[in-house]
T-cell receptor
Framework: EDQVTQSPEALRLQEGESSSLNCSYT??????LFWYRQDPGKGPEFLFT???AGEEKEKERLKATLTKKESFLHITAPKPEDSATYLC??????????FGSGTKLNVKP | GAVVSQHPSWVICKSGTSVKIECRSL??????MFWYRQFPKQSLMLMAT?????????EQGVEKDKFLINHASLTLSTLTVTSAHPEDSSFYIC????????????FGSGTRLTVV
């Protein structure tokens, strides 16, 4: 069964405390893995797309990596404004998107 | 970058009435748009794929007659929740992909529907 699993469900960090979020997937015909940020009451905001194992992308304090089974979103020296829910989605066959349940990140000053 | 506009951002309606939600791609054409539903503290669940000029494709368990989708142009898709009931209260989000611009799937800002 195609599915995407994110962990942890929630993560509390102190400002400046680096960590990683995990997204593991079992989706046939991977056509891309996407990371989004979602703030309460808003739609997801696009962060990264990764297409093949070994690929990495960076944006400010965020870095996304991809292997054949999982992706990591590394957050370096986070700030309170990085607090949000981070969603992972995998695009499989027939252009179907599979979303993980998200990791709610709370960065305390 | 690609922008998807969704309207309204929130709506309250009475049970039994219908509500229309609009999704527009502002700076690109989208032959395909997607409609999602999100319950509190849960992830997005795909409801249907909207295809310009043809019938929408609904996911298993989604009632076609209740959630009417119309994709009349390359920049506009609408979702109408017919005969709404309190259990239809949710956060509805649309999405589209700007293929020409090379962007990932872009999401609208969502519509919070409350049925009273």
């Amino acid at each position: 069964e195609d599915q995407v699993t994110q962990s942890p469900e929630a993560l509390r960090l102190q400002e400046g405390e680096s960590s990683s979020l995990n997204c593991s997937y079992t989706v046939s015909g991977l056509r891309g893995l996407f990371w989004y940020r979602q703030d309460p009451g808003k739609g997801p905001e696009f962060l990264f797309t990764l297409y093949s194992a070994g690929e990495e992308k960076e944006k400010e304090r965020l870095k996304a990596t991809l292997t054949k089974k999982e992706s990591f979103l590394h957050i370096t020296a986070p700030k309170p404004e990085d607090s949000a829910t981070y969603l992972c989605a995998v695009l499989g066959n027939f252009n179907k998107f599979y979303f993980g349940s998200g990791t709610k990140l709370n960065v305390k000053p | 970058g690609a922008v998807v506009s969704q309207h309204p951002s929130w709506v309250i309606c009475k049970s039994g009435t219908s509500v229309k939600i609009e999704c527009r791609s502002l700076d690109f054409q989208a032959t395909t748009m997607f409609w999602y539903r999100q319950f509190p503290k849960q992830s997005l669940m795909l409801m249907a794929t909207s295809n310009e000029g043809s019938k929408a494709t609904y996911e298993q368990g989604v009632e076609k007659d209740k959630f009417l989708i119309n994709h009349a142009s390359l920049t506009l898709s609408t979702l109408t929740v017919t005969s709404a009931h309190p259990e239809d209260s949710s956060f509805y989000i649309c999405s589209a992909r700007d293929l020409a611009g090379g962007y990932g799937y872009t999401f609208g800002s969502g519509t919070r529907l409350t049925v009273v």
